[in-house]
């Protein structure tokens, strides 16, 4: 209209449908039962580590609050980041394919970028929730045994480069999706390698080859706990095994710029190609 109010036939923009998109998925996440699936996940891991805690009275962490999260945090919210990614966005683009909802999604005056980036926030909101609901059940731990002092900078830090992590990792994820068209082997191959093969492999490398597995998502990781850390790990450590012919084992720990670096190419690189694999699919 001359008026500037929209028409009745109007289209709305690539960023207003992803946005639409997403709410949408969002909302379906909130009512499945994936989302309570995850949400009991982080509930157990914080029952545990609050009785753990409560038992042993405070593991011999109750002296520094950055050993508290440098621990816990640090190593905990890897686990529920994968479990996030795994659960959110396994499927979320090859239940496309087998479910034939793109089918009918792709006749209609969508692009499908904007089915790709509205799927990839929905799944990015849902397992910010469950970082979130880890992070509080580890505040209410430190505010029992630490109390105004649970709080730190290194805290806000360490959640920063998580959320680069969750955004490298779920790029990863819905790269993995957009290469299978049925749900169920989209989501095995994601769940073992995150879960098992990166770790095995990256050991791999860095012990047998002696190389470092900078191209290893999962190497990437260890940045999250600097923060808390008073001096960051050496960049390549050698240790000889006891015995005259023991053989030195090699590991690598990343600079806190190459993680950082790694986590965000992975997020650039990996979403692009997923995308790209997606819009080069065909409904059938």
Request: glycine share 10%.
């Given at each position: ?14 960023f ?20 309570v ?5 982080v509930?157990?891991i ?42 959110f ?30 799927k ?12 979130l ?16 002092a ?55 490398i ?38 005259p ?28 190609a997923?995308?790209?694999?997606f ?6």
């Amino acid at each position: 209209m001359t008026d500037g109010t929209p028409s009745l036939g109007h289209v709305p923009g690539t960023f207003r449908q992803a946005v639409l998109l997403s709410r949408y998925q969002f909302r379906d996440y909130l009512r499945s039962r994936r989302f309570v699936l995850m949400m009991a996940i982080v509930a157990i891991i914080g029952a545990i580590l609050t009785f753990v805690l409560l038992y042993y009275n405070g593991a011999g962490l109750t002296g520094s609050s950055d050993a508290f999260y440098g621990t816990f945090w640090a190593g905990g919210v890897t686990v529920v980041i994968i479990f996030a990614g795994i659960i959110f966005g396994g499927d979320a683009i090859a239940g496309e394919f087998q479910n034939k909802t793109g089918y009918f999604l792709m006749g209609l005056p969508i692009r499908r970028n904007s089915v790709y980036v509205g799927k990839f926030l929905a799944a990015f909101t849902a397992s910010l929730l469950s970082v979130l609901f880890y992070l509080v059940i580890l505040l209410a731990n430190g505010a029992y045994w630490f109390g105004g002092a649970a709080l730190s900078v290194a805290l806000f830090e360490s959640f920063a480069i998580a959320l680069l992590y969750l955004l490298a990792l779920l790029g990863a994820v819905f790269l993995f999706s957009s290469m299978f068209k049925n749900s169920p082997y989209a989501v095995l191959v994601v769940a073992v390698l995150f879960l098992f093969g990166f770790s095995i492999i990256q050991a791999l490398i860095s012990g047998l080859v002696k190389v470092e597995p900078w191209f290893i998502i999962t190497y990437a990781q260890n940045v999250i706990s600097y923060p808390f850390l008073s001096s960051i790990p050496a960049h390549m450590e050698t240790v000889k095994a006891p015995g005259p012919r023991g053989a030195s084992i090699t590991s690598y720990n990343p600079t806190y710029a190459e993680g950082l670096a790694i986590m965000g190419g992975y997020f650039v690189l990996t979403a692009v190609a997923g995308l790209l694999l997606f819009e080069r699919e065909e409904f059938t």
